[in-house]
Nanobody, 122 residues
């Protein structure tokens, strides 16, 4: 089992940067693929980025590719999402999630954090 806690959200202006952190626990964390998802008010939860267990593979949603970077530190059981050039449309609650395999589908993920709010003002 994996427990996840996100942090690092906040209110920023368009063009600013923010780094989200996800602290994991549990013996399977280092072998789990880790994903970041987001959910804006009135919208479905959507995929943002994913990283493989070893960190050698990453994949991004088209809307964030080139602006966001996912990384992980397995020694400390942490996953990060560096967000640059933020836009108002990036405003959402951001969630990290763990799965046995790399996936972009919310339905595949077994474990979720509680989320952290990111608000980008114009």
């Amino acid at each position: 089992q994996v427990q996840l806690v996100e942090s690092g959200g906040g209110l920023v202006q368009a063009g600013d940067s923010l780094r989200l952190s996800c602290a994991g626990s549990g013996r399977t964390f280092t072998s789990s693929a880790m994903g970041w998802f987001r959910q804006a008010p009135g919208k479905e939860r959507e995929f943002v980025a994913v990283i493989s267990g070893g960190g050698g593979y990453t994949y991004y949603a088209a809307s964030v590719k080139g602006r966001f970077t996912i990384s992980r530190d397995n020694a400390n059981k942490m996953v990060y999402l560096q967000m640059n050039a933020l836009k108002p449309e990036d405003t959402a609650v951001y969630y990290c999630a763990a799965d046995r395999v790399v996936s972009t589908s919310t339905e595949e993920y077994d474990y979720w954090g509680q989320g952290t709010q990111v608000t980008v003002s114009s």
